[in-house]
């Protein structure tokens, strides 16, 4: 993992925008914030749940998806996280092991089998598969770094995007297509970040990938992924309407574009606009565009050190952000990055000051369920029923029903 994925990923979850030179944390801002923070604190917050229903039955029960990322790796070493996946999970998100780093150890060499594991355990145990990312300006492999140019981006693009996508046509459910394309803060008139594909291909890159995902595999639903989404903060103000922008632009050029795929690398309670938020994705689904929550966790730095009360003020972000997401209906299922604390990216990128353990997922390290996990199931109780079954719905009630 390269210098650029660690800088990205520590700004995120210390929930500053870096890029922007903006110093204040994006923390979720509620109107009866007081209240709420007093009762998480004292104790008085109720997160009981009714039932021994998993996360998976849970949301299923709603027309809904859960799932969580996870990796070959961890689900082949640590039973206790297997078990606990194939209980909760509906979707399995594929992490670094359907990257270009992990996929290309060279220019002519495609690395499938842990890939080609994924996918046959996720049939073993009826899940649908995402995978991310097929255009990412991060985690590329040294000889693309050194080899990439102009006269040769384009054709290595779409080979790879080829080659990967027909080996898992019909079998992978969703793509993240293209990921973090847009970045205000590099100061481009079109809002895009700078990497080397746009140095190369220019803007009409993101294009050209959505044209050779659909073409790879017509049924899978191609989402557009990006972070900084969420919060009431000038920096995404502008993400969002430069986001907002593009996917209006592609969809007035026909491009093959489904979705978008929502990061949430989410904080503690404060700077939260519902409103703001629900506009936001209101706007997105007037576009004809469907949402996934991609890659959700709760970072608690900034929280307080004591255990009990730092999981309660967790759970409450994880409750109360959802329950303002699910209200579109056009969010079809919610992921978060990982499942357990043990495996958590926010260990090693963004360690408490205090040096005790970041728990931020619905596990912690020995498996046990936290109050994350009643967060979470909490909203989906909340949740009204999907009036519509969406394609990845019934594609979902489809792998139930076979043998």
């Known amino acids: 993992m390269n210098h650029r994925q660690i800088t990205r990923r520590l700004a995120i979850a210390l929930g500053l925008s870096t890029f922007a030179g903006v110093s204040v944390s994006p923390l979720l801002k509620l109107e009866n914030l007081s209240q709420q923070v007093e009762a998480v604190e004292s104790g008085t917050q109720d997160f009981m749940v009714v039932g021994n229903a998993s996360l998976r039955d849970r949301a299923a029960a709603k027309r809904f998806l859960f799932g969580a990322a996870t990796g070959y790796h961890k689900l082949t070493n640590d039973a206790a996280l297997n078990t606990k996946f194939r209980q909760d999970c509906a979707i399995l998100m594929a992490e670094e092991d359907l990257l270009w780093g992990a996929l290309r150890p060279d220019a002519d060499t495609?690395?499938?089998?842990?890939?080609?594991?994924?996918?046959?355990?996720?049939?073993?145990?009826?899940?649908?598969?995402?995978a991310t990312h097929l255009v990412w300006h991060e985690y590329m492999p040294q000889w693309l770094e050194e080899k990439l140019n102009k006269q040769n981006a384009e054709q290595i693009l779409l080979q790879h995007i080829n080659k990967v996508v027909t080996r898992y046509a019909k079998k992978i459910h969703f793509w993240s297509v293209v990921n973090e394309a847009i970045l205000t803060s590099d100061k481009r008139p079109d809002g895009l970040r700078k990497t080397p594909w746009l140095e190369f291909l220019g803007p009409d890159y993101i294009e050209m990938a959505f044209r050779a995902a659909a073409a790879a595999d017509p049924q899978a639903l191609l989402l557009y992924n990006d972070n900084a989404l969420e919060y009431d903060i000038p920096y995404h103000d502008e993400r969002r309407a430069a986001v907002l922008k593009w996917l209006e632009r592609w969809k007035s050029k026909d491009t093959p574009i489904h979705g978008l795929g929502l990061q949430s690398h989410i904080g503690k309670l404060d700077n939260f606009s519902p409103k703001k938020l629900k506009t936001f994705l209101r706007d997105v689904a007037s576009l004809g565009l469907k949402i996934v929550i991609t890659e959700m966790d709760v970072g608690d730095a900034g929280m307080p050190t004591d255990i009990k009360v730092r999981d309660r003020m967790v759970?409450?972000?994880?409750?109360?952000?959802?329950?303002?997401?699910?209200?579109?209906?056009?969010?079809?299922?919610?992921?978060?990055?990982?499942l357990s604390d043990k495996y958590t990216w926010l260990s090693n990128y963004a360690p408490r000051e205090d040096g005790t353990p970041v728990r931020s997922l619905p596990y912690d390290a020995e498996m046990n369920r936290k109050l994350a996990w009643n967060g979470i199931a909490l909203a989906f109780e909340q949740l009204k029923q999907r009036r519509k079954s969406s394609k990845l719905w019934l594609a979902w009630r489809r792998l139930q029903t076979q043998v």
Not at 117 to 130: C, E, F, N, P, S
């Open 315 to 338: 759970a409450e972000v994880y409750k109360q952000f959802l329950s303002v997401v699910l209200e579109e209906p056009a969010v079809l299922g919610a992921i978060t990055w990982g």
């Open 110 to 130: 495609f690395a499938f089998t842990k890939g080609d594991w994924l996918i046959d355990y996720a049939r073993q145990h009826k899940m649908l598969v995402g």
